[in-house]
């Protein structure tokens, strides 16, 4: 069974980069077809997808955030990783990995706190 967990600094100070990555077992981040999400939640609001990296490396990322946001990966220990410069505390949220295609999973989510 895939399982996805994300990791990293539940605090960040504003005007930095916010940094995780999503560890996943069970399967290949480089299985054709398919792709691994980074999903946002700032409480009380709905759900913001940030971006994806395909089976195949290539990206795309949510146009509003897309100054701001790089999605990466290490095929060597099957992870993908997500870097967000120049954080405000509008970017306070539960942070989410997770893969589409071939059935949805998603990691529990880390909460990242943006704050002085």
């Known amino acids: 069974q895939v399982q996805l967990q994300e990791s990293g600094p539940g605090l960040v100070k504003p005007s930095q980069t ?3 990555t ?3 077992s069970g399967g290949s981040i480089t299985t ?3 792709a691994w999400h980074w999903i946002r939640q700032p409480s009380g609001k709905g759900l ?3 971006g994806v990296i395909r089976y195949d490396g290539s990206t795309y990322y949510s146009p509003s955030l897309k100054s701001r946001t790089s999605i990466s990966r290490d095929t060597s220990k099957n992870q993908f990783s997500l870097q967000l410069n120049s954080v405000t505390p509008d970017d306070t949220a539960v942070y989410y990995c997770a ?9 529990q989510g880390t909460q990242v706190c943006v704050s002085s």
Do not use: I, N
């Open 18 to 20: 916010l940094s995780l």
């Open 22 to 24: 999503c560890t996943v």
């Open 32 to 34: 054709s077809y398919y």
């Open 48 to 50: 913001e997808w940030m």
């Open 99 to 107: 893969r589409s295609g071939g059935g949805g999973y998603w990691g």
